[in-house]
């Protein structure tokens, strides 16, 4: 039995801070993926992110009921909206999956978006991409879920990941094979038909990979993790946390599936709203506008068409 983060190459790799213009002006090689802790947001924040995104966008994230996935949905496609200022690949709405780029000439034409809990994720790819974010917790039926979410095969592996424990850390590479599973449902709807299963190739190990039924293409994870208090010891063999100090919370698993490099990082909410005032500033002065008018939330309101003739400065 080869317990999956003891494979070469997929063990957990801590997300640390990037800085919105530290990011690579060109992504044409690499594909990138950027999260977002979702932190007692100020509502004149959210505002302006609303503001800011374009029309179909806000009627996505508007039609969401529940504040807080309302929320995670606004941050996740302010992250694709740095991305795509960044790189110049342009995005719209593919109802009812996430959004989805629209420059087929450009190189960067895979888009997925994903959060739990506090954590928004955004990727871009020179190649189909599938992200997804698990906050860690305890799982009450660890048997029936395996069984449940998997092929028989991969829920037999995953069951032994678990060692008979259902609690933090045993608990990490059952949320890692999990985001495998929600990662293939993201790249079946527009990108093929993959399977999640086990391969002996190219390590001579047994391992879970997404495989492509039609032409055979192996996608290949990676894992990252963010939150507070884990990172020393997810890194250094899934020591206990420290009994006298504890953390304030489990991590955050962001299982990333493509065949790209990928670039990666943590942005702050209010850095990526000071990229876009510093960056795009007519853009900026319209969303003010739209907020200050009591439309940002309304992309229908008369008063669009007169903010409208300000132009967008990137690409949606």
């Not at 028989?152 to 990941?161: I, S």
């Not at 993201?186 to 390590?203: C, E, I, Q, V």
Request: proline fraction near 10%; hydrophobic fraction near 40%.
């Amino acid at each position: 039995m080869t317990h999956l983060f003891d494979i070469p190459g997929l063990e957990l790799t801590p997300v640390e801070p990037i800085e919105p213009d530290d990011l690579p002006l060109s992504l044409e090689r690499n594909g990138i993926v950027l999260c977002v802790r979702i932190e007692n947001p100020d509502p004149s924040d959210e505002n302006m992110a609303v503001a800011l995104l374009p029309a179909d966008a806000k009627l996505r994230i508007l039609s969401i009921r529940d504040a807080h996935r309302r929320s995670q949905s606004l941050w996740a496609r302010m992250l694709l909206a740095l991305l795509s200022h960044r790189s110049g690949v342009g995005l719209y709405e593919h109802p009812p999956y996430g959004p989805r780029a629209k420059n087929p000439g450009k190189n960067l034409q895979y888009v997925s978006i994903a959060h739990t809990k506090l954590y928004a994720a955004a990727a871009m790819s020179p190649q189909p991409v599938g992200i997804d974010a698990e906050f860690c917790r305890k799982l009450r039926d660890p048997e029936a879920i395996c069984e449940y979410a998997f092929p028989h095969d991969v829920a037999a592996y995953t069951l032994e990941q678990l060692e008979g424990e259902n609690d933090f850390p045993e608990v990490l590479p059952f949320y890692a094979l999990w985001g495998m599973r929600e990662a293939t449902i993201k790249l079946n709807a527009p990108y093929g038909d993959f399977r999640l299963s086990l391969t002996d190739a190219p390590f001579d190990t047994t391992m879970p990979v997404l495989r492509e039924t039609r032409t055979n293409e192996i996608l290949y994870p990676r894992f990252y993790v963010t939150g507070n208090g884990h990172w020393g010891g997810l890194c250094q063999g899934f020591e206990d946390p420290d009994a006298e100090n504890p953390p304030e919370e489990n991590p955050t698993i962001l299982t990333v599936v493509t065949i790209a490099p990928m670039v990666h990082g943590e942005v702050r909410m209010q850095d990526l709203l000071r990229y876009f005032e510093k960056h795009c500033p007519r853009a900026w002065e319209r969303a003010k506008k739209a907020v200050s008018l009591g439309v940002a939330h309304d992309p229908t309101a008369p008063e669009w068409e007169r903010l409208n003739e300000t132009a967008v400065e990137w690409p949606l």
